[in-house]
Every structure is written in structure tokens, then in C-alpha cells.
């Protein structure tokens, strides 16, 4: 006998499903595969901040009962039955109304912000002082994505000695920080300067030079114009970049990025 078995799955719900599924596997594989420790934090929360910018967890929302105005009300009694009987039908309707548009949620819920990392700079800054600073590790390297390029900018202002001892080079891939909106001064834009480069999405071929107008760090090409994409397809290019600054630093040499083919010479913009 054969079955035909069909799911019914809202878009939405079988996407967050996917995630969740894909998100477990691809953390299975750093920590058997890569022999990577994976760390709840902050301690007591027993969460992981998958995404800086969703540093919440959801609790109940506890309950407040809202007395009824009916009760001291000089209204008749069979007005007042009344009136609560309409209440009580559209609470119920409500109520059905929301059990069905998200079954998953029937309990009603509110955010709680995680301490010390409730935005996506706070999150930098305390998974460098708790957990990079205290590394053993002498050569450090960052690959920050998008806003994770603001989140390093923030970094350095609040950190900017420790970073500079520590970090020997960082990799942008389209990050959308801004020195001067940041008030990042002028110490900080030279080591940028010196030791990262910011692989933009662009239709020209990769490592291609792309003129900035930040006096920040050298902007390349990513090699595609998808922003989502800039990272993988910059990692050839990026895991060489960092091989040259380790090599540089081994050799006391200047900085990788300063002898690169396409720097941008900012002197000239």
C-alpha cells in the first residue's frame, strides 16, 4: 500500500525551521571539525548570541489583570452582562485569531536584553574583554561583515591600545562604519590604514582597487555585487592578506597591506 504524506507549512515557519536546523548542523561541524569550544554567554543566561543584533531572549510576559470598568459602574445589570458578554467573545476571537496566525506562540511573550550585550557593540567589547584579551594566541585576526566593521570601529575607539597590540590584521567584507560619524580619531584611521582592507561588493574582479572617499582603509572588490556574498567570495583573497600581515609581523617588516598590488594611496585621493 502506498502513502502520500503532505505538509502544510507557512513560509515563514518552514524558514525559521531551516535556519534552525542548518544553524545546529553548522555548529556541530566547528565543534567536531574544527575542535572550536562553544561558550554561553553571558555567564548565567545559558544562551548563545547567534545574532548581535537580536542580543534578547524571549520570556512571559507576565500577566496584569485589568479590572473591568463595569464593576463600579452604575450601569443596570443586564447592560453590564451584556457588555461582558461581547468582551469575553471578542477576547475569544482574538485569541483563536492569533493561536492560528502563530501556533508556535501562545504564550505572550516580551524581550529581555541580555546584560553587557545588548547591542551589537556592546557585544564586541565584551567578547573581547572576556574572552580575546584573556586569548593566548599572539596573532589575532577579525573578519567583520557589514555592521560588524562598526561594531570593530567601536571596538578600537573604546580599546584602541589593547586592539593595536593585539590584532594584526583585520578583513571588512562591505562594512558600513564610518570614521567620521564615529569620531574615530586620527591614530586610529592611520592603523587602519596600515593594517585593514575592506572588500566592498562590486561588479569589477576581485582585489580590484575601489575609490573611497574615507581617509580609513584601502576598498577592493569583493567581486560581487551581492552584498550577502562578499565574504565567501573574498576569503581566497582575505586568508592571503592575513598570511602577509602574520609573515610581516614574524619578520618585522611593515605591514602586509602597505605592499599589496592594489592599495589605495590615500595621499592621492
Known amino acids: 500500500m502506498n502513502h502520500l504524506l503532505i505538509f502544510l507549512i507557512p513560509w515563514k515557519d518552514l524558514n525559521m525551521l531551516l535556519m534552525k536546523i ?41 500577566k496584569i489583570h485589568v479590572q473591568s470598568s463595569s464593576d463600579s459602574s452604575d450601569e443596570p445589570a443586564e447592560k453590564r452582562e451584556r457588555k461582558d458578554k461581547v468582551s469575553k467573545e471578542t477576547k475569544k476571537r482574538r485569541d483563536f485569531y492569533e493561536k492560528y ?19 551589537p557593540e556592546e557585544h564586541a567589547i565584551y567578547v573581547w574583554d572576556h574572552f580575546i ?14 555592521y560588524g566593521g562598526l561594531a ?49 561588493s562590486s561588479s569589477e574582479p576581485l582585489d580590484t582597487s575601489v575609490e573611497s572617499m574615507l ?13 550577502e556574498l562578499t565574504s565567501w567570495k573574498s576569503f581566497p583573497s582575505i586568508f ?21 598590488s592594489h592599495r589605495i594611496k590615500h595621499e592621492e585621493l
Open 133 to 146: 584579551a584573556q586569548a593566548a594566541a599572539e596573532n589575532v585576526f577579525f573578519v567583520a561583515h557589514s
Open 22 to 62: 542548518i544553524t545546529k548542523y553548522v555548529y556541530e561541524l566547528l565543534e567536531k571539525d574544527c575542535n572550536l569550544k562553544k561558550i554561553s554567554i553571558p555567564e548565567g543566561y545559558g544562551v548563545i548570541v547567534l545574532n548581535p543584533n537580536e542580543n534578547y531572549i524571549e520570556v512571559e510576559k507576565p
Open 240 to 260: 592571503k592578506f592575513f598570511t602577509e600581515a602574520s609573515e610581516a609581523k614574524i619578520s618585522s617588516l611593515k605591514p602586509a597591506v602597505t605592499r599589496r
Open 152 to 200: 570593530f570601529v567601536e571596538l578600537m575607539i573604546q580599546r584602541e591600545a589593547d586592539v593595536k597590540n593585539k590584532v594584526t590584521a583585520v578583513a571588512l567584507t562591505d562594512s558600513v562604519h564610518n570614521v567620521w560619524h564615529q569620531e574615530a580619531g586620527k591614530t586610529i584611521r592611520e592603523w587602519m590604514r596600515e593594517n585593514c582592507c575592506n572588500w566592498v
Open 101 to 119: 496566525r502563530n501556533p508556535q506562540r501562545e504564550k505572550e511573550m516580551m524581550q529581555l536584553y541580555i546584560r553587557e550585550n545588548g547591542s
Open 215 to 227: 581617509p580609513d582603509c584601502p576598498r577592493v572588490s569583493a567581486g560581487t555585487d551581492r552584498h
